[in-house]
């Protein structure tokens, strides 16, 4: 790392939001690089694809373990990381965002604003000079765009002191840059989608181990989950959700062969285990001596026929479906009972089950 410039006053700290992407690594590299003491921030919204994946997936033989990102990229640069768990409160910025939703349930806008003002009043209580992100202009449709930028500084309560080191010569000077804090001679002008400045930034860094910008970080920008997100509000016709409604949305095969009831059928012995923890208050329906997933069934499950057609569906994932009759073990209301179904043949799964 080069010296600080001498211009720069010394022992100024900075609060970034750090994802664990490189641009948010960047960002924090290029303010250390300024000799800022740079921290930064993480946030758990519930969404976050990396808590969960590690957890419901099937590790591969010799695989490391999963790596968190933010973890990794705060280790790298050698920084403190606050985690900040903001689920709870996350809640209504998904259920009723005031910026609307991108393509898929993201409400990117809402969210930007919601962490950017968390991390602003966690600055101010720690006693951090100003914050910074790595946001790019043009970068993403919905939140990095020139006109939604002054949206987030405004409705954040940060108007000059949220810093975007990756972009700032293509923004408005910042009061951090204004006081003399930073350097704005040492700052970047990147635009757009492309990732080659960011790349070669990286290299000049010697920065290598970085996760690919197409991997993804939030469920709600997945067409999948969101699909299953919908669901679950519209046949609940409100969109409360509790933290395992949303845990669940990410483990197993989900069908809803009638409005007032849904499956949730594990497809690997990781999801088996993962759906196992969400028995309470669920019909739980498990093959008895043949390898079959472990099938929830949640909503009006009191029809004895509603259980059944369940039973059939879940024999028909499992190693018995081209049999007669398949035997499972069903546990409803506190009653454990064996049973015995043919399982239900492809052609009476109609495909709009599926959600
Ligand atoms: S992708 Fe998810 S975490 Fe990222 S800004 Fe959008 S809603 Fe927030």
Redesign the pocket.
């Known amino acids: 790392m080069t010296n600080p410039s001498p211009a720069i006053e010394t022992n100024i700290r900075a609060l970034g939001l750090l ?1 664990g992407g490189l641009d948010s690594t960047l960002a924090a590299r290029l303010l250390m690089e300024q000799g800022i003491e740079v921290a930064c921030v993480n ?1 758990h ?1 519930g ?2 694809i990396q808590s969960h994946t590690g957890a419901i997936r099937n590790p591969k033989v010799g695989a490391s373990p999963p790596r968190h990102d933010a973890l990794h990229a705060a280790k790298t640069l050698g920084v403190k990381l606050h985690m900040v768990d903001i689920s709870s409160d996350y809640v209504r ?2 259920t009723n965002p005031k910026h609307g939703y ?1 393509k898929n349930l ?7 604003i919601f ?1 950017v003002a968390k991390a602003w009043e966690m600055a101010q209580k720690l006693g951090y000079h100003f914050i910074f992100s790595g946001e790019v202009l043009g970068q ?1 449709p ?2 990095q765009r020139r006109d939604t930028f002054p949206v987030i500084d405004r409705e954040a309560g940060v108007k000059g002191w949220l810093l975007r080191p990756l972009t700032a010569l293509r923004m408005p000077e910042t009061e951090p840059e204004r006081r003399g804090w930073v350097d704005r001679n040492r700052l970047e002008g990147f635009s757009g989608r492309g990732r080659k400045p960011q790349m070669a930034l990286a290299k000049k860094f010697a920065l290598k181990d970085y996760p690919s910008p197409a991997g ?6 997945d067409e999948n989950y969101t699909r299953k997100l919908r669901d679950l509000w519209a046949y609940r016709d409100n969109r409360d959700y509790s933290m395992d409604d949303i845990l669940l949305l990410k483990a197993g095969r989900h069908i809803r062969p009638r409005p007032h009831f849904k499956l949730m059928i594990g497809r690997d012995q990781a999801e088996n285990q993962f759906l196992s923890g969400f028995r309470k208050g669920r019909v739980v329906i498990q093959t008895v001596n043949l390898a079959g997933p472990l099938t929830l069934m949640e909503g009006d499950t009191s029809s004895p026929e509603d259980r059944l057609l369940a039973c059939r569906i879940a024999a028909r994932y499992s190693k018995g479906k081209d049999m007669d009759k398949v035997q499972l073990k069903v546990e409803h209301a506190g009653v454990s009972e064996i049973v015995e179904v043919s399982p239900l043949p492809a052609h009476e799964l109609p495909d709009h089950w599926h959600v």
């Open positions: 994802s946030f919204t969404f976050c910025i998904v991108g993201n409400p990117c806008l809402d969210c930007k962490m993403r919905m939140s993804g970080c939030c469920f709600l920008t």
